[in-house]
Each structure stands twice: as structure tokens, then as C-alpha cells.
């Protein structure tokens, strides 16, 4: 199912919404409701369109006065925190692969070649990083690369129950890094020092958006 992109139209929708439901919400001048509609726009687009909807109606539904853009957000944060794995979840996903990285790991050195002409040195290069890209963004960040998922498979009990305590301290701060690299835009990320994000593809038509 393709992720749909918000436009400037679907912001005027989600603002007369709550203007329909409170009287005198968001009124004021034409310069001042464009500017709303510019400021929500910006700050929503790094959200699906359905999620962004989903929100907008999950927030009026129990509202008792009339809802500001960061309260839209903190229900869309609320709604993607009920879906996404605990950081326990996210250690037993990296715990999963960590036997068959292992075996990856020492089969590295083999020269022997198949009849496509693929030593199998080289599948398990290939299948090292399919396992480290298959794994949670956070948990992907924390290890850093395939050959450190690598090294971490070789690690004893002692030294896993070690690396298990590491790892839940430093995921809170990895999920919020990972946070913000959404929903902030990638010149932005530069300009603070951080890596280029991927992006959504920008929308075909933004629309001017007018209350």
C-alpha cells in the first residue's frame, strides 16, 4: 500500500474540521490564516497523510478546547509509540539473528567457488549484511555495521548480558535521534552535522492551500 503525502489542501480540511467543532477557532486575517496553514503544513508533512487524519480526529474526539498543532503531534507520536517494538522487543531481534551472523562470520575466509563462479567467502559477505539491513532502524544504528554485528555474535553469555544492559541504555537516545532525523529535512540535517536522511519522494502538488 503506497504511503500518501500531505498537501496544504488537506491542512485547510483538518482546520476547518476543528473550526466546524469550535466556534471562532482559527479565525483572524487572510494573512494570518495563510500563514497557519503554512506553519501546520510544515511541521505535518513528515507524516502520512493517513496518520496525520487519523490524529487530527483521535484528538477532536476528545477535546475540550480547541486543538493546537502540538497536540496533533504528541497523539501521532503517542499512536506510532503503541506500534513500535519495546526495547526489550528490539534486543530479542537483535539476540534472533545473532547465530546465523555468527556462522556468516566464519565462513568469510572460504575460497571455495560454486559453479556461478561465488565463493562462498562472498555469499556470506552478502548474507551478513541482507541479516544486518533486515534488522529494526534503532537496532541497526546501535551496531553500526555488518562486521560489528559480526563481532557481537561472538561474544560469550557473559559478555552478551553485559552488551544486553549497553544496549537498553542506549536505545531511548537512539529512538530519539532516529526521530528526529524523520521528521526533520535533510538540509537541516546537514547543516547540524547529521547524515542525509531518506526522504519521501516530495509530492506532485502541494496546492496553495487557502481557509
Not at 503503541?82 to 534472533?96: M, P, Q
Not at 553485559?162 to 532525523?181: C, D, M, N, W
Amino acid at each position: 500500500m503506497a504511503t500518501a503525502h500531505l498537501s496544504k489542501q488537506d491542512i485547510v480540511k483538518y482546520i476547518t474540521m476543528i473550526r466546524v467543532n469550535f466556534e471562532n477557532a482559527y479565525g483572524g486575517s487572510n494573512e494570518e490564516r495563510t500563514l497557519l496553514v503554512e506553519t501546520w503544513y510544515a511541521i505535518l508533512k513528515p507524516y502520512p497523510k493517513e496518520i496525520v487524519g487519523e490524529a487530527v480526529k483521535r484528538v477532536l474526539s476528545h477535546a475540550e478546547f480547541v486543538p493546537r498543532i502540538g497536540n496533533i503531534v504528541n497523539e501521532i507520536e503517542r499512536m506510532q509509540q503503541a506500534f513500535s517494538k519495546s526495547n526489550g522487543e528490539l534486543w530479542v531481534e537483535l539476540n534472533r539473528v545473532l547465530y546465523e551472523a555468527y556462522r556468516c562470520f566464519h565462513s568469510l575466509n572460504c575460497t571455495w567457488v560454486d559453479d556461478s563462479g561465488v565463493s562462498q567467502g562472498e555469499r556470506a559477505e552478502k548474507r551478513l549484511k541482507e541479516i544486518f539491513d533486515g534488522l529494526p532502524e534503532e537496532v541497526r544504528e546501535y551496531v553500526g555495521s555488518p562486521r560489528q554485528l559480526a563481532a557481537i555474535a561472538e561474544m560469550d553469555d557473559e559478555a552478551l548480558t553485559y552488551e544486553k544492559g549497553r544496549f537498553l541504555k542506549a536505545v531511548p537516545t537512539i529512538r530519539s535521534r532516529v526521530q528526529i532525523r524523520k521528521t526533520v529535512s535533510p538540509k537541516i540535517c546537514n547543516l547540524l552535522g547529521a547524515e542525509t536522511i531518506a526522504q519521501l519522494p516530495p509530492p506532485e502538488d502541494d496546492g496553495d492551500g487557502e481557509l
